[in-house]
């Protein structure tokens, strides 16, 4: 006989699967429609945008259809406890959280000297420099994501481990969350960031302030990218004109706002029963 956490842990790997099988899905039925519309190109700048503007597809289709499904299946289960508790202060601090957290979490990454292969620098300025691009990885990815891998996965991890093991489920979520983006530079970057989303929503019980870290985190990207394309494949000193000290004040300054702003999520954020 099955038990419940066994049943649990198969629910937590079926989500993971679907949200994979959507992806591919989206992949295939991308790439059929883009073949059957003939976008060839000689030139390789015609083939990079062709290739950006597909994955921006790609993504708007998977992140359209991981929402319905899991809103169908209700395996993302939604409430209104949260909102109606006003939270408005909490999730002002989560968009000042994510602020704080990206010089630092940058220059940890710098750090270990790996570099993102050149055809993904390549595809993410593709997806940055279009108009739709923000679409995709501003608005539906953070939605999507948040559903599958707190809503969906935590949540449900929540359930396998409980009280003092909770940071085990947390820890497992981000690790799920780093491995899907499928290279080792954003695989550690989502990982870490998936601590601090999984942090909030074991606090919170709902996804809504990881959702507004997300889009904050994401919207960053994509508004840095168009107002500095020359950044995208740079390093965080060459954002402080190669000055070594500037870049530290700044490092300083995102933690004198990441800190204040963790403590008052601490506080903000009572522990409360898993919701959406």
Request: glycine fraction near 6%; aromatic fraction near 12%.
């Amino acid at each position: 006989m099955i038990t419940k956490s066994t049943k649990d842990i198969l629910n937590t790997l079926w989500y993971l699967v679907a949200f994979l099988m959507i992806h591919v899905l989206s992949s295939l039925l991308t790439f059929l429609l883009f073949g059957l519309m003939g976008h060839e190109s000689a030139a390789s700048t015609a083939q990079t945008d062709s290739k950006g503007m597909q994955l921006i597809i790609i993504s708007v289709l998977a992140s359209v259809a991981t929402i319905a499904l899991f809103v169908w299946r209700k395996w993302t289960p939604f409430h209104r406890r949260y909102i109606r508790s006003r939270p408005w202060a909490a999730l002002v601090w989560a968009i000042f959280l994510a602020l704080g957290s990206i010089l630092p979490l940058q220059w940890l990454y710098e750090q270990t000297q790996i570099a993102l292969p050149d055809h993904l620098v390549q595809l993410f300025t593709a997806i940055l420099g279009e108009r739709w691009g923000y679409l995709a990885l501003g608005i539906l990815a953070p939605i999507a994501e948040e559903m599958v891998f707190r809503g969906a996965i935590l949540r449900t991890l929540l359930q396998v481990f409980k009280g003092k093991m909770s940071w085990f489920a947390i820890f497992i979520s981000a690790l799920l969350f780093g491995a899907v983006h499928g290279n080792l530079l954003q695989g550690m970057h989502a990982t870490l960031i998936g601590i601090l989303l999984g942090w909030m929503y074991y606090r919170s019980g709902s996804i809504i302030p990881g959702i507004v870290y997300h889009w904050v985190n994401n919207t960053v990207a994509y508004v840095m990218y168009n107002l500095m394309p020359e950044m995208a494949d740079g390093k965080l000193i060459d954002l402080f004109h190669g000055d070594t000290r500037t870049m530290l004040m700044g490092i300083f300054f995102s933690l004198c706002i990441f800190i204040p702003a963790l403590l008052q999520l601490h506080k903000r954020l009572p522990n409360a029963p898993q919701e959406c």
